[in-house]
Protein backbone atom coordinates (compact mmCIF):
# COMPACT_ATOMS: atom_id res chain seq x y z
CA UNK A 1 0.00 0.00 0.00
CA UNK A 2 1.33 3.42 -0.75
CA UNK A 3 3.09 5.57 1.81
CA UNK A 4 0.33 8.53 1.34
CA UNK A 5 -3.01 6.35 2.48
CA UNK A 6 -0.66 4.63 5.11
CA UNK A 7 -0.20 8.33 6.49
CA UNK A 8 -3.49 9.32 5.42
CA UNK A 9 -5.39 6.26 7.43
CA UNK A 10 -3.22 6.84 10.17
CA UNK A 11 -3.09 10.29 10.74
CA UNK A 12 -6.90 10.19 10.07
CA UNK A 13 -7.43 7.52 13.37
CA UNK A 14 -5.60 9.77 15.65
CA UNK A 15 -7.44 12.78 14.84
CA UNK A 16 -10.51 10.66 15.40
CA UNK A 17 -9.39 9.34 18.01
CA UNK A 18 -8.30 12.98 19.84
CA UNK A 19 -11.00 14.67 18.94
CA UNK A 20 -14.71 11.92 19.44
CA UNK A 21 -14.31 12.46 23.25
CA UNK A 22 -14.85 15.78 23.28
CA UNK A 23 -17.30 15.92 20.60
CA UNK A 24 -19.78 13.40 22.10
CA UNK A 25 -19.53 14.83 25.14
CA UNK A 26 -20.64 18.14 23.53
CA UNK A 27 -23.51 16.26 21.39
CA UNK A 28 -24.66 14.55 25.02
CA UNK A 29 -25.07 17.71 26.36
CA UNK A 30 -26.73 19.82 24.06
CA UNK A 31 -28.32 16.98 22.42
CA UNK A 32 -27.19 17.93 18.53
CA UNK A 33 -26.42 15.40 16.39
CA UNK A 34 -27.09 12.57 19.13
CA UNK A 35 -30.07 11.19 16.69
CA UNK A 36 -27.27 9.82 14.04
CA UNK A 37 -24.31 9.64 15.61
CA UNK A 38 -24.18 5.90 15.65
CA UNK A 39 -25.04 5.69 11.48
CA UNK A 40 -21.88 8.54 11.32
CA UNK A 41 -19.71 5.89 13.30
CA UNK A 42 -20.74 3.02 10.76
CA UNK A 43 -23.22 1.30 13.64
CA UNK A 44 -26.63 0.90 11.65
CA UNK A 45 -29.31 -1.24 13.61
CA UNK A 46 -28.24 -4.80 13.66
CA UNK A 47 -30.49 -6.11 11.46
CA UNK A 48 -30.89 -3.49 8.96
CA UNK A 49 -28.63 -4.97 6.60
CA UNK A 50 -30.39 -8.28 6.41
CA UNK A 51 -33.82 -6.62 6.07
CA UNK A 52 -32.97 -4.75 2.63
CA UNK A 53 -34.69 -6.94 -0.23
CA UNK A 54 -33.65 -7.04 -3.49
CA UNK A 55 -30.35 -7.31 -5.30
CA UNK A 56 -28.13 -6.25 -6.38
CA UNK A 57 -27.68 -3.70 -3.62
CA UNK A 58 -26.60 -0.17 -4.90
CA UNK A 59 -25.25 2.05 -2.24
CA UNK A 60 -24.98 5.59 -3.24
CA UNK A 61 -23.65 8.85 -1.50
CA UNK A 62 -24.86 12.07 -1.73
CA UNK A 63 -23.67 14.13 0.74
CA UNK A 64 -26.13 16.19 0.70
CA UNK A 65 -29.27 18.47 -1.07
CA UNK A 66 -28.09 18.99 -4.72
CA UNK A 67 -26.22 15.68 -4.85
CA UNK A 68 -29.62 14.28 -3.73
CA UNK A 69 -31.50 16.00 -6.49
CA UNK A 70 -29.14 14.06 -9.07
CA UNK A 71 -29.10 10.81 -7.35
CA UNK A 72 -32.87 10.81 -7.50
CA UNK A 73 -32.83 10.98 -11.04
CA UNK A 74 -29.93 8.24 -11.11
CA UNK A 75 -32.02 6.00 -8.73
CA UNK A 76 -35.08 6.39 -11.15
CA UNK A 77 -33.05 5.26 -14.08
CA UNK A 78 -31.63 2.55 -12.35
CA UNK A 79 -34.69 0.63 -11.18
CA UNK A 80 -36.05 1.05 -14.51
CA UNK A 81 -32.72 -0.88 -15.48
CA UNK A 82 -32.88 -3.41 -12.58
CA UNK A 83 -36.49 -3.52 -11.20
CA UNK A 84 -34.95 -6.33 -8.74
CA UNK A 85 -32.59 -4.27 -7.13
CA UNK A 86 -32.36 -2.44 -3.49
CA UNK A 87 -30.85 1.58 -3.17
CA UNK A 88 -29.17 2.82 0.29
CA UNK A 89 -28.72 6.16 0.34
CA UNK A 90 -26.54 7.67 2.03
CA UNK A 91 -26.08 11.53 3.11
CA UNK A 92 -23.87 13.47 5.43
CA UNK A 93 -25.58 16.72 6.07
CA UNK A 94 -29.04 17.21 8.04
CA UNK A 95 -30.65 18.87 5.62
CA UNK A 96 -29.70 16.50 2.97
CA UNK A 97 -31.15 13.76 4.71
CA UNK A 98 -34.04 15.62 4.95
CA UNK A 99 -34.58 16.13 1.18
CA UNK A 100 -34.13 12.90 0.73
CA UNK A 101 -37.09 12.11 3.03
CA UNK A 102 -39.83 14.56 1.47
CA UNK A 103 -38.19 13.66 -2.29
CA UNK A 104 -38.67 10.04 -1.53
CA UNK A 105 -42.25 10.52 -0.22
CA UNK A 106 -43.42 11.42 -3.65
CA UNK A 107 -41.67 8.65 -5.70
CA UNK A 108 -42.80 5.46 -7.07
CA UNK A 109 -39.78 3.45 -6.15
CA UNK A 110 -39.64 4.45 -2.34
CA UNK A 111 -39.81 1.52 -1.28
CA UNK A 112 -37.04 0.36 -2.68
CA UNK A 113 -34.84 3.18 -0.85
CA UNK A 114 -33.45 2.78 2.54
CA UNK A 115 -31.75 6.17 3.03
CA UNK A 116 -29.11 6.50 6.13
CA UNK A 117 -26.52 9.07 6.96
CA UNK A 118 -23.10 8.20 5.76
CA UNK A 119 -20.22 7.00 8.16
CA UNK A 120 -17.13 9.02 8.34
CA UNK A 121 -13.98 8.63 6.94
CA UNK A 122 -12.46 6.97 9.98
CA UNK A 123 -11.34 3.01 8.74
CA UNK A 124 -13.52 1.37 11.63
CA UNK A 125 -16.50 3.12 10.65
CA UNK A 126 -16.01 2.74 7.05
CA UNK A 127 -15.36 -1.47 7.51
CA UNK A 128 -18.67 -1.82 9.89
CA UNK A 129 -20.48 -0.01 7.79
CA UNK A 130 -19.40 -1.95 4.61
CA UNK A 131 -19.81 -5.50 7.04
CA UNK A 132 -23.34 -4.74 8.07
CA UNK A 133 -24.39 -3.38 4.74
CA UNK A 134 -22.63 -5.72 2.16
CA UNK A 135 -23.33 -3.30 -0.68
CA UNK A 136 -22.45 -5.28 -4.22
CA UNK A 137 -21.44 -1.53 -5.50
CA UNK A 138 -20.46 1.43 -3.81
CA UNK A 139 -21.34 4.86 -5.77
CA UNK A 140 -20.02 8.47 -4.92
CA UNK A 141 -21.52 11.14 -6.24
CA UNK A 142 -19.85 14.25 -7.79
CA UNK A 143 -17.20 15.05 -5.85
CA UNK A 144 -17.00 12.93 -2.92
CA UNK A 145 -13.45 11.04 -2.51
CA UNK A 146 -13.02 9.71 0.34
CA UNK A 147 -9.84 7.19 0.78
CA UNK A 148 -10.95 4.87 4.16
CA UNK A 149 -14.25 3.87 2.38
CA UNK A 150 -13.38 3.74 -1.29
CA UNK A 151 -10.11 1.68 -0.30
CA UNK A 152 -11.99 -0.24 2.13
CA UNK A 153 -14.71 -1.10 -0.36
CA UNK A 154 -12.16 -2.19 -3.36
CA UNK A 155 -10.44 -4.81 -1.04
CA UNK A 156 -13.65 -6.39 0.18
CA UNK A 157 -14.39 -7.33 -3.31
CA UNK A 158 -17.33 -3.84 -3.90
CA UNK A 159 -17.18 -2.58 -7.10
CA UNK A 160 -16.57 1.23 -6.80
CA UNK A 161 -17.37 4.00 -9.20
CA UNK A 162 -17.86 8.00 -9.11
CA UNK A 163 -20.76 9.48 -11.12
CA UNK A 164 -22.24 12.76 -11.76
CA UNK A 165 -18.60 13.69 -11.50
CA UNK A 166 -17.76 17.39 -10.60
CA UNK A 167 -13.82 18.60 -9.74
CA UNK A 168 -13.73 22.30 -10.02
CA UNK A 169 -11.31 24.41 -10.62
CA UNK A 170 -10.79 25.54 -7.25
CA UNK A 171 -11.10 21.73 -5.82
CA UNK A 172 -8.63 20.70 -8.42
CA UNK A 173 -6.01 22.64 -6.97
CA UNK A 174 -6.49 21.40 -3.47
CA UNK A 175 -6.67 17.93 -5.01
CA UNK A 176 -3.45 18.58 -6.44
CA UNK A 177 -1.56 19.58 -3.05
CA UNK A 178 -2.39 15.70 -1.49
CA UNK A 179 -2.19 13.96 -4.79
CA UNK A 180 -0.10 11.21 -3.79
CA UNK A 181 -2.57 10.39 -1.67
CA UNK A 182 -5.95 11.00 -4.17
CA UNK A 183 -4.22 9.03 -7.08
CA UNK A 184 -3.43 5.57 -4.51
CA UNK A 185 -7.35 6.26 -3.69
CA UNK A 186 -8.24 6.53 -7.42
CA UNK A 187 -6.64 3.55 -8.15
CA UNK A 188 -9.50 1.94 -6.28
CA UNK A 189 -12.22 3.07 -7.86
CA UNK A 190 -13.35 0.93 -11.04
CA UNK A 191 -15.51 4.07 -13.08
CA UNK A 192 -15.45 7.58 -13.48
CA UNK A 193 -18.77 8.85 -15.06
CA UNK A 194 -18.13 12.32 -15.54
CA UNK A 195 -20.33 15.33 -16.03
CA UNK A 196 -17.95 17.39 -18.51
CA UNK A 197 -14.34 17.44 -20.85
CA UNK A 198 -13.11 19.66 -18.10
CA UNK A 199 -14.03 17.31 -14.90
CA UNK A 200 -12.78 14.42 -17.14
CA UNK A 201 -9.58 16.18 -17.62
CA UNK A 202 -9.43 17.36 -14.20
CA UNK A 203 -9.60 13.96 -12.23
CA UNK A 204 -7.23 12.73 -14.49
CA UNK A 205 -4.71 15.47 -13.65
CA UNK A 206 -5.35 14.01 -9.81
CA UNK A 207 -4.86 10.52 -10.41
CA UNK A 208 -7.79 8.99 -12.49
CA UNK A 209 -6.77 5.77 -15.14
CA UNK A 210 -7.99 7.45 -18.65
CA UNK A 211 -9.46 4.12 -19.44
CA UNK A 212 -11.84 4.35 -16.74
CA UNK A 213 -13.19 7.83 -17.66
CA UNK A 214 -16.00 8.67 -19.31
CA UNK A 215 -18.38 11.96 -19.94
CA UNK A 216 -22.07 11.71 -19.45
CA UNK A 217 -23.28 14.97 -18.42
CA UNK A 218 -25.24 16.28 -15.48
CA UNK A 219 -27.72 14.12 -14.03
CA UNK A 220 -29.20 16.77 -12.67
CA UNK A 221 -30.75 18.01 -16.02
CA UNK A 222 -33.35 15.25 -15.89
CA UNK A 223 -34.40 16.24 -12.85
CA UNK A 224 -34.66 19.54 -13.01
CA UNK A 225 -36.94 18.97 -16.18
CA UNK A 226 -39.29 16.11 -14.59
CA UNK A 227 -39.97 18.55 -11.70
CA UNK A 228 -41.38 21.31 -13.53
CA UNK A 229 -45.17 21.08 -13.03
CA UNK A 230 -47.46 23.89 -13.84
CA UNK A 231 -49.68 23.13 -10.35
CA UNK A 232 -45.77 23.78 -8.68
CA UNK A 233 -46.68 27.62 -10.47
CA UNK A 234 -50.07 27.56 -9.23
CA UNK A 235 -49.18 26.69 -5.39
CA UNK A 236 -46.43 29.09 -5.35
CA UNK A 237 -48.77 32.11 -7.16
CA UNK A 238 -51.02 31.37 -3.91
CA UNK A 239 -48.73 30.84 -1.21
CA UNK A 240 -46.86 33.84 -2.05
CA UNK A 241 -50.45 35.54 -2.46
CA UNK A 242 -49.46 36.83 -6.17
CA UNK A 243 -51.36 38.06 -9.31
CA UNK A 244 -49.79 38.08 -12.77
CA UNK A 245 -49.49 41.70 -12.19
CA UNK A 246 -47.02 41.61 -9.54
CA UNK A 247 -43.10 41.45 -10.71
CA UNK A 248 -41.36 38.57 -8.50
CA UNK A 249 -37.42 39.12 -8.21
CA UNK A 250 -35.84 35.65 -6.91
CA UNK A 251 -31.81 36.28 -5.49
CA UNK A 252 -31.60 32.44 -4.85
CA UNK A 253 -28.39 30.59 -2.97
CA UNK A 254 -27.07 34.22 -1.73
CA UNK A 255 -24.10 34.44 0.61
CA UNK A 256 -22.47 36.48 2.65
CA UNK A 257 -22.30 40.46 1.55
CA UNK A 258 -24.55 39.42 -1.60
CA UNK A 259 -27.48 40.52 0.33
CA UNK A 260 -26.31 44.43 1.01
CA UNK A 261 -25.74 44.13 -2.78
CA UNK A 262 -29.50 42.67 -3.80
CA UNK A 263 -31.12 44.74 -1.25
CA UNK A 264 -29.79 47.78 -3.04
CA UNK A 265 -30.29 46.27 -6.47
CA UNK A 266 -34.47 46.13 -4.96
CA UNK A 267 -34.56 49.45 -4.04
CA UNK A 268 -33.36 50.66 -7.55
CA UNK A 269 -35.97 48.17 -8.83
CA UNK A 270 -38.68 49.41 -6.94
CA UNK A 271 -38.44 52.93 -7.75
CA UNK A 272 -39.56 52.37 -11.66
CA UNK A 273 -41.61 49.25 -10.64
CA UNK A 274 -42.64 49.74 -6.81
CA UNK A 275 -45.41 46.71 -6.56
CA UNK A 276 -41.96 44.10 -7.14
CA UNK A 277 -41.75 41.27 -4.39
CA UNK A 278 -38.56 40.27 -3.46
CA UNK A 279 -37.84 36.57 -2.38
CA UNK A 280 -34.31 36.06 -0.81
CA UNK A 281 -32.73 32.80 -0.24
CA UNK A 282 -29.87 32.32 1.48
CA UNK A 283 -27.26 29.60 0.64
CA UNK A 284 -27.52 29.13 4.46
CA UNK A 285 -30.70 29.20 6.33
CA UNK A 286 -28.88 29.97 9.51
CA UNK A 287 -28.31 32.95 8.58
CA UNK A 288 -32.17 33.95 8.06
CA UNK A 289 -32.35 35.91 11.50
CA UNK A 290 -29.23 37.98 10.27
CA UNK A 291 -30.81 38.50 6.90
CA UNK A 292 -34.21 39.55 8.88
CA UNK A 293 -32.41 42.32 10.40
CA UNK A 294 -30.59 43.65 7.60
CA UNK A 295 -33.95 43.78 5.48
CA UNK A 296 -35.05 46.06 8.40
CA UNK A 297 -32.03 48.03 8.46
CA UNK A 298 -32.97 48.77 4.72
CA UNK A 299 -36.44 50.15 5.60
CA UNK A 300 -38.07 46.84 4.23
CA UNK A 301 -40.33 45.06 6.21
CA UNK A 302 -40.37 41.40 5.53
CA UNK A 303 -41.80 37.48 6.24
CA UNK A 304 -40.37 34.47 6.84
CA UNK A 305 -41.61 31.59 4.23
CA UNK A 306 -41.55 29.31 7.05
CA UNK A 307 -44.62 31.43 8.45
CA UNK A 308 -46.56 31.48 4.92
CA UNK A 309 -49.68 29.20 5.16
CA UNK A 310 -50.07 29.26 9.07
CA UNK A 311 -52.88 30.06 10.44
CA UNK A 312 -54.19 31.70 7.04
CA UNK A 313 -51.17 34.10 6.87
CA UNK A 314 -50.68 35.32 3.52
CA UNK A 315 -47.75 37.69 1.81
CA UNK A 316 -48.39 41.00 2.71
CA UNK A 317 -44.55 41.99 3.09
CA UNK A 318 -42.72 43.35 0.21
CA UNK A 319 -39.96 40.93 1.03
CA UNK A 320 -39.69 37.21 1.91
CA UNK A 321 -36.69 35.13 3.26
CA UNK A 322 -36.89 31.80 2.34
CA UNK A 323 -35.59 29.65 5.46
CA UNK A 324 -36.60 26.45 4.30
CA UNK A 325 -34.73 23.42 2.68
CA UNK A 326 -35.30 22.00 -0.78
CA UNK A 327 -38.14 24.43 -2.05
CA UNK A 328 -35.82 26.77 -3.94
CA UNK A 329 -36.05 25.34 -7.51
CA UNK A 330 -40.18 24.65 -7.22
CA UNK A 331 -40.10 28.58 -6.09
CA UNK A 332 -38.42 29.96 -8.82
CA UNK A 333 -41.32 28.97 -11.13
CA UNK A 334 -43.28 32.03 -9.94
CA UNK A 335 -39.89 34.51 -10.85
CA UNK A 336 -40.16 37.44 -13.53
CA UNK A 337 -36.23 37.62 -13.01
CA UNK A 338 -33.86 35.62 -10.87
CA UNK A 339 -29.87 36.55 -9.95
CA UNK A 340 -27.97 32.97 -8.66
CA UNK A 341 -25.87 33.61 -5.80
CA UNK A 342 -22.27 32.94 -4.80
CA UNK A 343 -21.38 34.88 -8.22
CA UNK A 344 -20.74 38.26 -6.93
CA UNK A 345 -18.56 37.18 -4.40
CA UNK A 346 -15.46 34.75 -5.17
CA UNK A 347 -17.27 31.43 -4.42
CA UNK A 348 -18.00 29.59 -7.78
CA UNK A 349 -21.49 30.12 -8.16
CA UNK A 350 -24.68 27.83 -7.78
CA UNK A 351 -26.82 26.01 -10.23
CA UNK A 352 -28.25 28.65 -12.73
CA UNK A 353 -30.00 25.62 -14.49
CA UNK A 354 -32.70 25.57 -11.72
CA UNK A 355 -34.18 28.71 -12.87
CA UNK A 356 -33.17 28.19 -16.66
CA UNK A 357 -35.82 25.05 -16.38
CA UNK A 358 -38.55 27.25 -15.93
CA UNK A 359 -37.90 29.70 -18.72
CA UNK A 360 -36.60 32.18 -16.72
CA UNK A 361 -34.01 35.11 -16.86
CA UNK A 362 -31.07 34.30 -15.25
CA UNK A 363 -28.57 36.49 -14.05
CA UNK A 364 -25.23 35.67 -12.26
CA UNK A 365 -22.31 37.16 -11.14
CA UNK A 366 -18.37 36.68 -12.94
CA UNK A 367 -17.59 33.90 -10.29
CA UNK A 368 -18.88 30.69 -11.69
CA UNK A 369 -15.74 28.18 -11.00
CA UNK A 370 -17.99 25.62 -9.48
CA UNK A 371 -20.94 25.75 -12.07
CA UNK A 372 -18.61 26.24 -15.42
CA UNK A 373 -20.83 23.14 -17.41
CA UNK A 374 -24.03 25.38 -16.21
CA UNK A 375 -22.70 28.69 -17.92
CA UNK A 376 -21.44 27.46 -20.79
CA UNK A 377 -24.86 25.90 -21.62
CA UNK A 378 -26.22 28.86 -21.22
CA UNK A 379 -24.14 31.10 -23.17
CA UNK A 380 -24.26 29.03 -26.35
CA UNK A 381 -27.74 29.38 -26.75
CA UNK A 382 -27.80 33.37 -25.16
CA UNK A 383 -29.80 32.18 -22.04
CA UNK A 384 -27.60 33.25 -19.38
CA UNK A 385 -26.86 37.01 -18.23
CA UNK A 386 -23.48 37.65 -16.52
CA UNK A 387 -23.04 40.80 -14.59
CA UNK A 388 -19.91 42.17 -13.45
CA UNK A 389 -21.63 43.57 -9.91
CA UNK A 390 -24.65 45.16 -8.43
CA UNK A 391 -24.93 48.30 -10.26
CA UNK A 392 -24.90 45.92 -14.23
CA UNK A 393 -27.11 43.62 -12.04
CA UNK A 394 -30.01 46.49 -11.48
CA UNK A 395 -29.60 47.68 -15.05
CA UNK A 396 -30.10 43.86 -16.36
CA UNK A 397 -32.95 43.27 -13.56
CA UNK A 398 -34.87 46.79 -14.70
CA UNK A 399 -34.48 46.13 -18.41
CA UNK A 400 -35.71 42.68 -18.11
CA UNK A 401 -38.97 43.51 -16.16
CA UNK A 402 -39.63 47.05 -18.33
CA UNK A 403 -39.04 44.28 -21.27
CA UNK A 404 -41.01 41.22 -20.75
CA UNK A 405 -41.39 39.91 -23.98
CA UNK A 406 -37.54 40.10 -24.44
CA UNK A 407 -37.58 38.34 -20.67
CA UNK A 408 -39.48 35.29 -22.23
CA UNK A 409 -36.97 35.35 -25.57
CA UNK A 410 -33.98 34.87 -23.11
CA UNK A 411 -35.79 32.70 -20.45
CA UNK A 412 -37.39 29.94 -23.58
CA UNK A 413 -33.40 30.20 -24.67
CA UNK A 414 -32.44 29.34 -21.49
CA UNK A 415 -35.05 26.29 -21.01
CA UNK A 416 -34.59 24.53 -24.73
CA UNK A 417 -30.19 24.80 -23.53
CA UNK A 418 -31.67 22.32 -20.64
CA UNK A 419 -33.67 20.17 -22.43
CA UNK A 420 -30.82 19.69 -25.54
CA UNK A 421 -29.08 17.66 -22.10
CA UNK A 422 -31.58 15.25 -21.30
CA UNK A 423 -30.81 11.69 -20.41
CA UNK A 424 -27.58 12.29 -18.85
CA UNK A 425 -29.44 10.02 -15.80
CA UNK A 426 -29.99 7.02 -17.77
CA UNK A 427 -26.11 7.41 -18.92
CA UNK A 428 -24.77 7.10 -15.87
CA UNK A 429 -27.08 4.80 -14.35
CA UNK A 430 -25.46 2.37 -17.51
CA UNK A 431 -21.97 2.83 -16.11
CA UNK A 432 -23.38 1.51 -12.54
CA UNK A 433 -25.51 -1.32 -14.72
CA UNK A 434 -22.35 -2.68 -16.63
CA UNK A 435 -19.96 -2.52 -13.90
CA UNK A 436 -22.25 -4.90 -11.69
CA UNK A 437 -23.02 -7.13 -15.04
CA UNK A 438 -19.10 -7.56 -15.46
Not at 151 to 160: D, M, N, Q
Request: with cysteine.
Amino acid sequence: MHIAYLLYKYLSSAIFLLLFPPFWLYSYITGRHLKNINQRLGIYPGNLGNSIKGSPRIWIHAVSVGEVGAAMAIIESLTSLMPDCSIILSTTTRHGQEFALTRLRACKFRSMVTPIFAPIDFILSARKALSTLKPDILVCLETEIWPNWLVEAHRAGIKTAIVNGRISVRSVNRYLKIRPLIKETLKHVDAFSMIHNADARRIRKIGASQDRIVINGNAKYDLLLNTTDDTLKAKYMALYNLNDDIPVFIAGSTRSSEEEIILDVYRRIIQLFPKTILILAPRHVERTRHIEALVKEYGFSCQLRSDLGNEDCLRTAPVVIMDTIGELQAVYSIASIVFCGGSLVPLGGQNILEAAVWGKPVLYGPSMEDFLDAKNILDKTGGGIQVKDGSELAEKAIYYLANPHQAHIIGQQARNAVMSHKGAANKHALVIYHLLNQ
